[in-house]
């Protein structure tokens, strides 16, 4: 019975510490991303770029971050975006990623 209990409370704070890395990457996006590109990722009018993340694979999304990050993807405005992933660390590009590749 022992063994259940301490399998279950492991089970429950690996799912608690999964949420909240989810919810992380979801306020930081809140905070950083979503005033140009949209709650969820649909505005392509005005600061946006005209870009809609909306839609976009969680892989396609990291590749452009990855890019943007080494100069190796960007459009006429890439500098905005070069500018916003310089102080990001991989570790939350990939974890933002994933989450706008669920808009
Ligand atoms: C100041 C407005 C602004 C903010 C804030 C901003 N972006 Fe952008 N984003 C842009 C613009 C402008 C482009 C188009 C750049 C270009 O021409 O390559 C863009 C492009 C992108 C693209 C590439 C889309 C494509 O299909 O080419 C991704 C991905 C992206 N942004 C993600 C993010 C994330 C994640 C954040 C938050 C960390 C963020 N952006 C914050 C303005 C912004």
Redesign the pocket.
């Known amino acids: 019975m022992k063994k259940v209990l301490i399998a279950l409370s492991l089970c429950l704070a690996l799912g608690a510490t999964a949420a909240f890395a989810g919810g992380d990457a979801a306020e930081f996006?809140a905070k950083?991303?979503g005033?140009?590109?949209g709650e969820d990722g649909s505005k392509t009018s005005g600061?946006?770029?005209g870009?809609m993340?909306k839609g976009?694979s969680a892989e396609d999304?990291k590749a452009?971050?990855m890019g943007y990050k080494d100069g190796s993807y960007?459009?006429?405005?890439?500098k905005?975006?070069m500018r916003?992933v310089e102080k990001?660390d991989d570790k939350m590009l990939n974890d933002?990623a994933t989450h706008?590749g669920g808009f």
């Open positions: 996006y950083r991303c005033n140009c590109h600061p946006s770029g870009v993340l976009q999304i452009k971050l960007g459009g006429k405005r890439k905005t975006m916003m990001i933002l706008i």
